[in-house]
């Protein structure tokens, strides 16, 4: 940890022309801006007469906390954050769709909205958040990170599909972070049939419905028609009262990003849930290793915001970097701080990486090989449409040779989903996407796990990289 002659002077409420004169007088020559280890700043302070505080980066940290507002009197009430999780084609987007073009649209005339992560929607008895991002993963991943910010689970459950393989793994996760489930049963539009055949199922695990002496909420809703959805609404708010939501709304705020992007013409855009204070904008704000100012905030329907309070997702322009999604965010009342947290952050992150196991990744794969004794490059590949999937397939096949083989591990056509990443993670592949991107759960596994994610638009560059990577591999390095 080093000082400058400025900043030490500045410490000790001298001017530097005086501090170098003194320093002079004990044999060091330094100019104003030269920077001084530790040990030495410590000993011209102490010769000076001035006791010394060591600065330690990890009272920095501490700081963070310190500096906020922890009086329990001032707690509130505050909306409840809403996930809601099912088996698959069960119909959760279908329920955030419906509830947000209901609850959203009409109301803010002209707005668009967007899908941020995340979305608040105004209901008479109160306010509910709902994260936008339906399914496990999402979850998952945050609770891995150990940040809860979900309240209460919406588990739907298709009455004519009944209890699946992940509405079981949706029980599951719910019971392991302790967080209450209310049971949506969908599609109640589309047959007359018996819910108190899935209640049984569900019993099973453990969910059981008030009338039955449980603690659950089951209510029968379709995402098509609407029926219901305004019960769904009023049982969240029901369960958030008995469970006496609170947080605190005032000081320098807290929260956790939901998601985050580049935007070509703007940078770093992240969609942050608060969960602590108000955050203003112009506030200086740090999450992980990225730290930034507030330039702007907008709502799910882009309009400006200058407050945010506890439960509202709101969309944060100013970073520096891009955040990572799942990093819990704070306002610091200095910039200065921010920077210095950032920057000590990204050096103990690579410290932390350096010891960690290098997986997979094309630019050494050679060095892999060796180690693992790996003669075959596995591949996941996702493509837009079946035709370019077929002929790249072929091509890359073509690559192999007596040496290394390829192999085609998984492919298809779509989006790479969070199945083609842990697959890739199982089986140490690289990732394809030809004209497709990863979802954004997938692309926390990716990140998390630092496989090997590569997007090509050209086939000829895609079939090259991969042959150069091989050559590479073949070539004996000196
Ligand atoms: P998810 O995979 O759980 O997100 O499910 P989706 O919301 O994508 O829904 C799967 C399919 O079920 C879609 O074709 C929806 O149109 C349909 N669906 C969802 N909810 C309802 C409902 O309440 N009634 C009917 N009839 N169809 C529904």
């Known amino acids: 940890e080093f000082i400058k002659v400025s900043e030490l002077a500045n410490k000790m409420s001298i001017k530097s022309v005086e501090l170098i004169k003194k320093m002079i007088s004990f044999g060091i020559i330094a100019t104003i801006n030269q920077l001084l280890n530790q040990k030495t700043a410590q000993l011209i302070a102490e010769k000076m007469g001035h006791k010394v505080i060591l600065y330690n980066k990890n009272d920095l940290e501490k700081s963070i906390i310190c500096d906020r507002v922890i009086d329990n009197t001032l707690l509130k009430e505050r909306p409840p954050v809403v996930t809601i999780m099912g088996h698959v084609d069960h119909g959760k987007t279908s329920l955030l769709d419906f509830i947000r073009s209901t609850r959203i649209a009409k109301k803010e005339a002209g707005g668009i909205t967007q899908h941020i992560g995340a979305y608040q929607v105004k209901t008479k008895k109160g306010l509910i958040t709902f994260l936008d991002t339906p399914g496990h993963a999402a979850f998952t991943s945050m609770r891995a990170r150990g940040v809860k910010i979900t309240d209460i689970i919406v588990l739907v459950v298709a009455v004519d599909d009944g209890v699946q393989p992940q509405t079981i793994e949706a029980i599951q996760h719910a019971k392991a972070a302790n967080v209450p489930v209310l049971v949506a049963?969908?599609?109640?539009?589309?047959?007359?049939?018996?819910?108190?055949?899935?209640?049984?199922?569900?019993?099973?695990?453990?969910?059981?419905?008030?009338?039955?002496?449980?603690?659950?909420?089951?209510?029968?809703?379709?995402?098509?028609?609407?029926?219901?959805?305004?019960?769904?609404?009023?049982?969240?708010?029901?369960?958030?009262?008995?469970?006496?939501?609170?947080?605190?709304?005032?000081?320098?705020?807290?929260?956790?990003?939901?998601?985050?992007?580049?935007?070509?013409?703007?940078?770093?855009?992240?969609?942050?849930?608060?969960?602590?204070?108000?955050?203003?904008?112009?506030?200086?704000?740090?999450?992980?290793?990225?730290?930034?100012?507030?330039?702007?905030?907008?709502?799910?329907?882009?309009?400006?915001?200058?407050?945010?309070?506890?439960?509202?997702?709101?969309?944060?322009?100013?970073?520096?970097?891009?955040?990572?999604?799942?990093?819990?965010?704070?306002?610091?009342?200095?910039?200065?701080?921010?920077?210095?947290?950032?920057?000590?952050?990204?050096?103990?992150?690579?410290?932390?990486?350096?010891?960690?196991?290098?997986?997979?990744?094309?630019?050494?794969?050679?060095?892999?090989?060796?180690?693992?004794?790996?003669?075959?490059?596995?591949?996941?590949?996702?493509?837009?449409?079946?035709?370019?999937?077929?002929?790249?397939?072929?091509?890359?096949?073509?690559?192999?040779?007596?040496?290394?083989?390829?192999?085609?591990?998984?492919?298809?056509?779509?989006?790479?989903?969070?199945?083609?990443?842990?697959?890739?993670?199982?089986?140490?592949?690289?990732?394809?996407?030809?004209?497709?991107?990863?979802y954004t759960s997938s692309k926390q596994i990716i990140e998390k796990e630092k496989l090997d994610l590569r997007y090509y638009s050209v086939i000829y560059t895609l079939i090259n990289d991969i042959s150069n990577a091989m050559k590479g591999m073949l070539s004996p390095e000196y």
């Not at 019993?203 to 039955?212: G, L, N, Q, R, Y």
């Not at 108000?278 to 799910?300: F, H, P, Q, R, W």
């Open 185 to 438: 049963i969908n599609k109640i539009d589309r047959i007359e049939s018996d819910p108190e055949q899935i209640k049984h199922a569900l019993m099973k695990h453990d969910i059981v419905p008030e009338e039955w002496g449980g603690d659950n909420i089951f209510i029968q809703v379709s995402a098509k028609t609407g029926k219901g959805i305004d019960d769904l609404l009023n049982l969240i708010l029901l369960q958030a009262e008995m469970m006496e939501l609170k947080a605190i709304d005032q000081g320098l705020a807290r929260g956790v990003v939901i998601e985050s992007y580049i935007d070509k013409g703007k940078g770093p855009i992240a969609t942050i849930l608060i969960q602590e204070g108000t955050l203003k904008k112009g506030d200086i704000i740090l999450s992980g290793c990225s730290y930034g100012k507030v330039k702007a905030m907008t709502n799910e329907v882009g309009k400006n915001i200058n407050k945010a309070i506890p439960s509202l997702p709101i969309v944060i322009l100013g970073f520096s970097s891009l955040p990572e999604i799942g990093s819990v965010m704070y306002a610091l009342n200095d910039e200065k701080k921010a920077r210095e947290l950032a920057i000590y952050r990204q050096e103990k992150n690579r410290e932390n990486k350096l010891d960690k196991n290098r997986r997979l990744k094309l630019d050494n794969i050679f060095e892999n090989m060796k180690e693992e004794n790996i003669l075959s490059l596995n591949i996941v590949l996702k493509s837009d449409v079946q035709g370019s999937l077929e002929a790249i397939c072929e091509a890359l096949l073509k690559l192999s040779n007596s040496e290394i083989k390829i192999k085609i591990i998984g492919s298809g056509v779509g989006a790479i989903t969070e199945t083609d990443a842990t697959l890739a993670l199982a089986s140490n592949a690289i990732i394809i996407g030809f004209n497709v991107r990863a």
